[in-house]
């Protein structure tokens, strides 16, 4: 999972990384090397996380964007699922535009609802 702050006209990352140590807290600035945090665990890690960022919230910097963990693509569930994958199931029966329009790009022509054109 990955914070960024911004202020004072630079921008600060925090990255959490789980290993099998522990965690890291990859602190990275632009234009400055980036600082690696270990912790024995995720709570150890949090607590200091939450540290930092409220100092830099007291000086005025500010969350701009937050980016939550990536799927590890393996299966999550512990049951399989019941009936057919809906979404495998439809995979098949959609074609392309082009292919629709027997190998020639369909020309967009959807206009507005008129009550938008004339209020």
Known sequence: MTWTYI???SQVDFERRIT???ALLVV???GKEPRIYNFEN???LAEFQRDMEHGLLLAGWTLSRFTPER???QERRVRPRRGIDRRRAL???????????GGHRPRHTAQPPKSLLNP
């Open 7 to 9: 202020g004072n006209g």
């Open 20 to 22: 099998s140590d522990g």
């Open 28 to 30: 990275t600035q632009i």
């Open 42 to 44: 995720v709570a150890a």
């Open 71 to 73: 799927r590890s693509g």
């Open 91 to 101: 995979s098949g029966l959609i074609r392309p535009a082009v292919e629709i329009a």
